[in-house]
């Protein structure tokens, strides 16, 4: 068993747009409550009704989107925020325009829980692996280009998440995850997080690494097993399988 603290909890309003850190969030069959709970959907005839993510168009995290830090379950949309500071509510007239503007396609909205891209999971990432993994590029790695949830300072080694399967559990505070379920294990990357957090400058540097040394792994995706609010600073207790 490792033992640890909760470092840092991370939610991402609309998908594959910049997030917020929060204090406390609750967890339960969604996810992280609000968590990729919108999408912006291609409006483009070839591509009707596919949500549109960073892989097809990386200046999507030009925008940011929030609910507010102190927000545990979020009881209404988010706001969005534009690349020339402008904020608008997700149900604001106009804001599709201004997304297709930015974007250069039309678009659509679209709000629903669980559509994270393995389903209703949550992301969870580790302090030693970051640190490791910036000292095998011989440079910093910001957290946020993995767009986790959950960021953990265990006493666990370095990447030791790369073998957790099937049966392993974390405890943290009320809340209970485990792998468990379709896509849930070690996170097996794509091209997002070769880009910086605001989408302006590409290192693909990063990515030929983790496929070259890490099998293309960072991070472990968990799904919750017992529902609750989880605080940073709360005690965590991970038991591999």
């Not at 069959?29 to 409006?43: P, S």
């Not at 910001?142 to 073998?163: K, S, V, Y």
Request: aromatic share 6%.
């Amino acid at each position: 068993m490792f033992e640890g603290t909760v470092a840092g909890l991370h939610r991402w309003p609309v998908k594959s747009l910049r997030g917020e850190e929060v204090r406390a969030a609750r967890f339960d069959g969604r996810g992280m409550a609000g968590d990729r709970a919108h999408a912006l959907v291609d409006g483009r005839e070839k591509r009707r009704g596919k949500v549109l993510t960073v892989r097809q168009n990386p200046p999507m995290l030009t925008w940011g989107a929030e609910y507010g830090a102190e927000v545990i379950d979020p009881p209404k949309p988010p706001m969005l925020h534009a690349p020339d500071g402008r904020s608008w509510s997700w149900d604001e007239p106009g804001l599709v325009d201004a997304l297709a503007g930015s974007f250069g396609m039309p678009l659509e909205l679209r709000a629903a829980d669980g559509q994270q891209d393995r389903g209703p999971t949550v992301l969870v990432t580790f302090e030693a692996s970051l640190a490791a993994l910036a000292a095998e590029l011989g440079r910093p790695v910001e957290l946020h280009r993995f767009r986790p949830n959950i960021h953990l300072a265990t006493d666990a080694p370095a990447f030791a998440e790369e073998d957790w399967t099937t049966g392993t559990t974390l405890d943290i505070g009320e809340v209970s995850l485990e792998v468990t379920g379709e896509h849930a294990g070690p996170c097996i990357r794509c091209a997002v997080p070769s880009w910086e957090p605001s989408g302006r400058e590409r290192w693909p540097e990063l990515q030929t690494h983790l496929i070259d040394r890490h099998a293309n792994k960072f991070g472990v995706i968990m799904r919750v097993t017992r529902a609750g609010v989880m605080a940073v600073g709360d005690t965590a207790f991970a038991r591999p399988a």
